[in-house]
């Protein structure tokens, strides 16, 4: 049991004993109907998943004791804290010291010298998540020299009760990543079929990030990973697949039926935009590269 709940356990037998002393005449089993009344006060029921202090509104209404009027009432009222704790306060406070913001250091801001699986697996190991976590989504910036501008990434924990949302965030000026976790619940079921966030790291460090290269260089680049198995041969452009250490082109009719693309776009000369709002540099040239689970 935790150490909090046995702590409330005997913060709660004091606070009933207090009140039995307290007691304003003698009664008989008197005892026994101040611990009822306290679970009358703290019963919950539920509507969609909505809990409801049944019990003390029950109390309220119907119960009017004749004896020991003060002692019961505190009792019961006794039992309405319970329920604030249990069902508004511990899960507030419980959800917010989980979906704090935890910070991991990283070993490079280079995506040419990132050890990709040692830095997950230092991420996993202190949230302790779960090493079959997905990969949903991830996106790189980096200069041509590898150096991050930005880079994010989002993986699930995935379970039918309490799927876990992480999301994880690069930053170039502390070289740390920062991490932010959600529960989800059984809306994590639908990412089962994405790619293992282990394996596509495990891509990454094999193959090498410097040479999922474009056919000409590019000021800037890209590298961008959606989480999902090939899709329509059409939709890609120069196509590749990865073999271990080895990339090897390849066309519409050699797409592996399975497997997963990982984009490479090279960006130009950063330009002003039309609307005055700020500097971009578009991809001008797009590469995919597959590999299988």
């Given at each position: 049991?935790?150490i909090?709940?046995?702590?409330l356990?005997i913060?709660?037998?004091?606070l ?9 005449e003698?009664?008989s089993?008197?005892?026994w109907k101040?611990?009822g009344?306290f679970?009358?006060g ?5 509507v ?12 309220l209404?119907?119960?009017r004791?004749m ?6 009432k505190?009792?019961a009222?006794?039992?309405?804290a319970?329920?604030?704790i ?16 935890r ?15 040692n830095?997950?697996r ?18 790189s910036h980096?200069q ?13 924990s ?5 799927s ?14 920062t991490?932010?976790?959600?529960k989800i619940?059984a809306?994590?079921v ?6 293992e966030?282990?394996r596509f ?22 590298l961008?990973?959606?989480g999902?198995?090939?899709k ?25 039926t399975?497997?997963?693309?990982i ?14 709002s700020?500097l971009?540099?578009?991809?001008e ?9």
């Open positions: 049991m935790p909090m709940s046995i702590l356990a913060i709660l037998i004091v009933l004993v207090f009140i039995y002393k307290k007691r304003e003698t009664e089993n008197l005892g101040i611990v009344y679970w009358l703290a019963f919950a029921f539920k969609n998943e909505m809990p409801l202090p049944l019990g003390f509104l029950l109390f209404l119907i119960f004791p004896t020991n009027v003060k002692t019961k505190r009792s009222y006794l039992g309405l319970c329920f604030l249990l069902y508004l306060i511990s899960p507030a406070v419980e959800r917010e010291l989980f979906e704090r913001p910070d991991v250091v990283a070993a490079s801001n280079n995506m040419f010298q990132i050890k990709f699986t830095d997950w230092t991420i996993r190991d202190q949230l302790k998540i779960d090493e079959h976590a997905r990969l949903v989504y991830f996106k980096y041509k020299n590898g150096l991050i501008d930005r880079l994010y990434y989002y993986v699930v995935v379970s039918e009760k309490d876990i949302y992480y999301d994880i965030h690069f930053s170039a000026d502390t070289n740390r990543y991490i932010r976790a959600e619940g809306k994590g639908e990412y089962g079929e994405f790619v966030a282990s790291f495990e891509v990454l460090d094999e193959v090498q990030v410097r040479n999922l290269s474009l056919e000409q260089p590019f000021v800037g680049y890209t961008r990973f959606d999902e198995r090939i329509n041969a059409d939709e890609y452009q120069q196509k590749y697949v990865i073999q271990g250490k080895e990339i090897k082109t390849i066309t519409n009719d050699q797409l592996p399975e497997g997963y693309p984009t490479v776009c090279g960006k130009g000369e950063p330009y002003e935009l039309p609307t005055g700020g971009s540099n578009r991809c040239a797009n590469a995919d590269f597959f590999f299988d689970d």
